[in-house]
């Protein structure tokens, strides 16, 4: 049995359950979540493209197993840097290779700060995946475990890697950096999701790379490739396990930060793009 997520109407609102992936095929639908994550907007929008102009976009030729990817529509109504056209996870050699393509621009757009960590936004292009969240070092079954690559100007949660170089390894949040986070069902948070939290006094498993924040969140040394349209994280096997097959799905998104002891410390609180449409995670990777 595999989690599922639903993306619902306009809200975005989003439930995960405990039923087997759908594999059919993806609705050309895209919802943006009202929220407090400073969405990104843009005037320049392109006309759409053709049914065989989205079949053309494809991941390297370096691709060496099985798998099937996600083709999705362009969207008037998202920004082109979060516009999902394409998202794939093949496997190289010894890595599992996230890649999602863009209309326009990826990563080019960071979000605003906020000026302190209350209510600070953070942009991200997300892989939900039907991996375990003991996998990568967290107790069992603990929700969605997801891959993300995120920018976040406010703060710098990758405490042990100096990602811009400049000798001080607490100045990068703005940098596009990687995440593994545990999603859990949050109808507090108005993408109704957010960051699993560790309760006051738990001491769960938690990966080495934990960045001591109390969520289920994991700072691996893993560097995104941002390279015109497309958006790569390269991920050793294993470091999931090296798992035969797994499935998975595209999401592009805005989290925002509280320090109220009242709130999650990480909602998701705008959904941009969805590369299946529903949440389905009808990509597969297999080797």
Known sequence: MTPRLLLIGVTASLVATAACADTGDADDSAATAAGG??????SARHPAPEPSAQASVEPSAERDSGERGIDSPESADVDPAFDLLATRVSVAGDEAVFRSTVVDAAGAA????????????????????????????????????????TSHPDFDDTPLYDENGDGDPANDGA????????????ASCDGQLSVKPIPEGATPSLPATWPELP??????????????????????????????SFQFDGVTAGLRVSTSP???LLCVADVFDVASGDLSLPGEASR
């Not at 994550?37 to 843009?42: E, I, N, Q």
């Not at 596009?176 to 949050?186: G, M």
């Open 37 to 42: 994550s400073g969405s990104p907007t843009s």
């Open 110 to 149: 960071i979000p605003e700060p906020a000026g302190g960590l209350d209510g600070a936004p953070v942009w991200s292009y997300v892989w939900p995946t039907t991996l375990d969240s003991a996998v990568v070092g967290f107790e069992p079954e603990q929700g969605i475990l997801a891959l993300a690559a």
């Open 175 to 186: 940098d596009w950096h990687a995440h593994w986070v545990v999603l859990v069902e949050d």
């Open 215 to 244: 969520i289920l969140i994991d700072s691996p040394d893993y560097t995104p490739e941002l390279v015109g349209t497309n958006v790569e994280l390269r991920v050793p096997l294993a470091d999931i396990g090296a798992p035969e």
């Open 262 to 264: 009242h709130d999650p």
